[in-house]
């Protein structure tokens, strides 16, 4: 994982180890997944895309699990934080 | 709408140990063998990451499995059986239906987590999910984590993130020191297992190992920034930039009882020959009792041999499951959760974290059905997967359904002319 890509993450350029997942480079840009219905900042509970928690907009496709999607050169990741 | 039907003599769904194990001793007999997994690539959570080039167990399995001509299916979840012998699951590229003569369910385990005051604070996650994340490219060097809550898991954890450079500020583990002394004198008697058991001791021989401990509170703001942990009755505050936090493992039952499997004690039963309640579905590893990778690969080789009739091969295999099952039944034992667990949540406390339910709503219902209707707890979009644990523990309630889709799924793969209307109930 020594090669590094950069993503966009809520319009924020983000370079990743080639390989990582969305939800990691969520995370690296410090900011939250998806905010709940009570309005808390969420992030990966589970890692294993059972939980839900970390789902994110990717390349226009709402609700992905980002713990269960590859980044790709170029990737547009938007999240609700 | 749904995709060309694929023909499988032995169907496996879920591409862990388990799966693996049993896809290389179906495949043998020269059967059309496919593994249909929802991850990105195989190895289940335990081998995530391991390739063929890797110098492991796990690296000696995936090139046996490459050398046999089994179909691999990832990043594809089965969501329904929409008629008898055809399960269908979504991916990416849309529905896809698999049709099978022989079925073996590897679907294995997840985290369990109780719910406390601030869980659902950012980086407050289970232990196995930190590791996932760091194998998924998460840099962890010079952060500081704590490791709580219970099972083996959190040792084999805090040893993977130290190796990355995490600064383990200490494993906080629920169980009294002489259950932990207990279980380790099993592992060491444990054929196979010693050399591991040593490996973690010099791993994390500078790493405070803390029992009779468990965490009370995360703080923070929006982040965790410290975490409060009970402590021979005292609390202390502890700083960290991670909290790991999980309670041992509970199965994914939830396709087997889609598929009208009976389950015993909440795992699946199965007879000698790993086969369920239902004639030609069979099943191995975690959701038959959890019992880490070497039961999973033993039962996994079974369930695979009993699939294609070699019944003989599979019983030369019995013994060494029977030894395996003793030390599974050790591990139930030792890392039960002591009640003062009952006490984390507040009624303020969130349960259910899809549809934000407070821990004191719940309890003014009766039943994990009445507590659904009335506040939506568990029905959400990991459909009870996290809460339905928690509830049970806190507060003895069982699940009694499963109906599809068992995940979510879009729409136009939901829909289909061959669909039938029915609800699963457990049996318990």
Same mark, same amino acid.
């Given at each position: 994982?020594?090669?590094?890509?950069?993503?966009?993450?809520?319009?924020?350029?983000?370079?990743?180890?080639?390989?990582?997942?969305?939800?990691?480079?969520?995370?690296?840009?410090?900011?939250?997944?998806?905010?709940?219905?009570?309005?808390?900042?969420?992030?990966?509970?589970?890692?294993?895309?059972?939980?839900?928690?970390?789902?994110?907009?990717?390349?226009?496709?709402?609700?992905?699990?980002?713990?269960?999607?590859?980044?790709?050169?170029?990737?547009?990741?938007?999240?609700?934080? | 709408?749904?995709?060309?039907?694929?023909?499988?003599?032995?169907?496996?769904?879920?591409?862990?140990?388990?799966?693996?194990?049993?896809?290389?001793?179906?495949?043998?007999?020269?059967?059309?063998?496919?593994?249909?997994?929802?991850?990105?690539?195989?190895? /289940?959570?335990?081998?995530? &990451?391991?390739?063929? @080039?890797?110098?492991?167990? %796990?690296? $000696?399995?995936? *090139?046996?499995?490459? !050398?046999?001509?089994?179909?691999?299916?990832?990043?594809?979840?089965?969501?329904?059986?929409?008629?008898?012998?055809?399960?269908?699951?979504?991916?990416?590229?849309?529905?896809?239906?698999?049709?099978?003569?022989?079925?073996?369910?590897?679907?294995?385990?997840?985290?369990?987590?109780?719910?406390?005051?601030?869980?659902?604070?950012?980086?407050?996650?289970?232990?196995?999910?930190?590791?996932?994340?760091?194998?998924?490219?998460?840099?962890?060097?010079?952060?500081?984590?704590?490791?709580?809550?219970?099972?083996?898991?959190?040792?084999?954890?805090?040893?993977?993130?130290?190796?990355? /450079?995490?600064?383990?500020? &200490?494993?906080?583990? @629920?169980?009294?020191?002489? %259950?932990? $002394?207990?279980? *380790?004198?099993?592992? !060491?008697?444990?054929?196979?297992?010693?050399?591991?058991?040593?490996?973690?001791?010099?791993?994390?021989?500078?790493?405070?190992?803390?029992?009779?401990?468990?965490?009370?509170?995360?703080?923070?703001?929006?982040?965790?920034?410290?975490?409060?942990?009970?402590?021979?009755?005292?609390?202390?505050?502890?700083?960290?930039?991670?909290?790991?936090?999980?309670?041992?493992?509970?199965?994914?039952?939830?396709?087997?009882?889609?598929?009208?499997?009976?389950?015993?004690?909440?795992?699946?039963?199965?007879?000698?020959?790993?086969?369920?309640?239902?004639?030609?579905?069979?099943?191995?590893?975690?959701?038959?009792?959890? &019992?880490?990778?070497?039961?999973?690969?033993?039962?996994?080789?079974?369930?695979?041999?009993?699939?294609?009739?070699?019944?003989?091969?599979?019983?030369?295999?019995?013994?060494?499951?029977?030894?395996?099952?003793?030390?599974?039944?050790?591990?139930?034992?030792?890392?039960?959760?002591?009640?003062?667990?009952?006490?984390?949540?507040?009624?303020?406390?969130?349960?259910?974290?899809?549809?934000?339910?407070?821990?004191?709503?719940?309890?003014?219902?009766?039943?994990?059905?009445?507590?659904?209707?009335?506040?939506?707890?568990?029905?959400?979009?990991?459909?009870?997967?996290?809460?339905?644990?928690?509830?049970?523990?806190?507060?003895?309630?069982?699940?009694?359904?499963?109906?599809?889709?068992?995940?979510?799924?879009?729409?136009?793969?939901?829909?289909?002319?061959?669909?039938?209307?029915?609800?699963?109930?457990?049996?318990?």
């Amino acid at each position: 994982m020594s090669e590094q890509i950069a993503v966009s993450v809520n319009g924020r350029r983000v370079t990743v180890a080639a390989g990582s997942s969305v939800a990691v480079a969520v995370m690296i840009a410090g900011a939250s997944c998806r905010t709940s219905v009570s309005g808390e900042p969420r992030g990966p509970l589970c890692g294993i895309g059972i939980c839900y928690e970390c789902r994110a907009e990717v390349d226009g496709v709402a609700h992905r699990r980002s713990c269960q999607v590859a980044c790709t050169t170029g990737m547009d990741i938007r999240t609700d934080g | 709408m749904v995709s060309a039907r694929k023909q499988f003599d032995v169907l496996i769904v879920g591409g862990g140990p388990a799966g693996i194990a049993a896809a290389v001793s179906a495949a043998q007999s020269g059967k059309r063998v496919g593994i249909v997994d929802d991850n990105p690539a195989l190895g /289940g959570q335990i081998w995530r &990451g391991e390739t063929a @080039q890797s110098d492991s167990e %796990a690296a $000696a399995w995936l *090139a046996k499995l490459h !050398a046999w001509d089994v179909e691999l299916c990832a990043g594809t979840r089965v969501f329904d059986q929409p008629v008898s012998g055809v399960l269908r699951a979504e991916s990416r590229q849309g529905a896809h239906d698999f049709e099978y003569r022989k079925l073996i369910l590897a679907t294995g385990a997840r985290e369990r987590f109780l719910p406390f005051p601030g869980w659902t604070l950012q980086n407050v996650m289970g232990a196995g999910a930190l590791q996932a994340l760091v194998k998924s490219g998460l840099p962890i060097n010079s952060k500081r984590v704590v490791v709580a809550g219970t099972g083996p898991l959190l040792l084999a954890v805090a040893a993977y993130l130290k190796n990355h /450079g995490a600064n383990i500020v &200490g494993i906080y583990e @629920q169980v009294s020191r002489t %259950a932990l $002394a207990k279980f *380790a004198l099993k592992v !060491a008697a444990q054929r196979g297992k010693l050399a591991q058991a040593l490996w973690l001791r010099k791993e994390l021989r500078d790493i405070p190992l803390i029992t009779n401990a468990w965490p009370v509170a995360a703080r923070g703001n929006g982040v965790v920034q410290s975490v409060v942990l009970c402590r021979g009755g005292k609390h202390e505050e502890i700083a960290c930039d991670y909290l790991a936090c999980g309670f041992h493992l509970v199965p994914n039952t939830e396709l087997a009882v889609l598929l009208g499997c009976c389950l015993q004690n909440g795992f699946v039963q199965v007879d000698d020959f790993q086969q369920t309640s239902q004639p030609n579905v069979f099943c191995a590893g975690e959701p038959t009792g959890i &019992g880490g990778v070497e039961l999973s690969l033993i039962e996994g080789q079974i369930a695979g041999l009993a699939a294609i009739g070699k019944e003989g091969d599979a019983q030369s295999l019995f013994s060494a499951r029977r030894k395996m099952r003793s030390f599974a039944e050790s591990l139930d034992r030792t890392f039960a959760l002591r009640p003062e667990l009952k006490g984390l949540a507040s009624m303020e406390t969130i349960v259910c974290r899809c549809e934000d339910v407070k821990y004191g709503q719940t309890t003014q219902h009766r039943s994990w059905r009445a507590a659904k209707l009335h506040t939506r707890c568990g029905m959400g979009p990991c459909q009870g997967r996290i809460c339905g644990p928690a509830t049970q523990f806190l507060l003895g309630w069982t699940p009694e359904s499963v109906r599809p889709p068992i995940f979510p799924v879009a729409l136009e793969n939901l829909i289909s002319e061959t669909h039938e209307e029915k609800e699963h109930t457990f049996v318990m």
